[in-house]
């Protein structure tokens, strides 16, 4: 019966430990490259144009076994926008579409997480790009996580979202086809 | 088609006024081109052409130079003040200047992603890539600056031929349009 319970307890024990180990707050691995803001948006209705957000960073917290407590924060440069032409990143960075130059910086923070279960959640949150400031929904699924090979502990997500240009003030028209941007979104985090 | 000290040959007669008119077409084409709207007929026919008159316009205000520089160079009129004189060799110098300042921005804005540019469907200028930070924005910015400068130059030198025309009476700008006062 003693030997029961000391079973139990230290079972619990070592289980609480696991519990709080895995409630942690990760880096988003933008150092080695192991997240990517992309975007996509309609060509005429043609094609898809894609492209990404070179520069970012964010942190988050995970919690496998409390997703609801799950935070995230992301910041983007947004002058860092590259869609393989020069001319038409320069174009993107003007008045036009983004004004990197009066509002240099996107930001992401969660407000809520809801746990839809099958390793899929939802979160949201107010995204801030263009000085304007809206309550968005990022469709998420975990990938995976677990140690990495150099003693470290990773998890990572794929999320997607479509955002309206006019609801950020971009005004500019591409046309028909061309009045949403979907975002995909790849997060790779470090333990901290 | 050679200058003497008097007056200027024919070809550097036509390049003058080639490079004048294409100066102000070009500034004309850029300045309306950027507002363009992304279904206008001319979104993409304006820049490539913009594009391509710039190419070919630097590569001749090149020979224009290599021209000038070969040639007799006609001497300041007689009845030009020292200052005159002095102000418009500088103003001279000054406008292929700012015009080179002008080529090498634009080429920068264009090939900062290593295009290079399509000169209509003759031939292609390579590009190098981004040989510095923000290469597009700061190349573009100068692009557009030094050629607003550019314009305000061009009218002093323009005002300043019509006045030694009409108020000095003198050859200053009938030399710049006939080559018949080289003797």
Redesign the interface.
Known sequence: MKKLLAGVTTSLLISTLAMTASAADYVIDTKGAHASINFKIQHLGYSWLTGRFDKFSGKFNYDENNIAASKIEVSIDVASINSNHAERDKHLRSDDFLSVDEFATAKFVSKKVIDKGDGKLLIQGDLTLHNVTKSIEIDAVKIGEGKDPWGGYRVGFAGKTRLGLKDFGIKTNLGPASTHVDLELHIEGVKV | MQNTENGYGTAAIIMHWVVAISFFALFGLGFWMVDL???DQWYKKG?DLHRSVGILLSMLVIVRLIWRVKQVNPKPIATHSQLAKRASHLMHITLYGVLFVIFISGYL?????G?GIDVFTWFTVPGFG?LFDD???IA?AIHKYVAYGALALVALHAIAALKHHFVDKDATLRRMLSSKYRT
């Not at chain 2, 804005?109 to 992603?113: G, K, N, Q, Y």
């Open positions: 709207g992304y279904y820049p804005i264009s090939t900062a992603d295009r981004e290469q597009a924005d573009g």
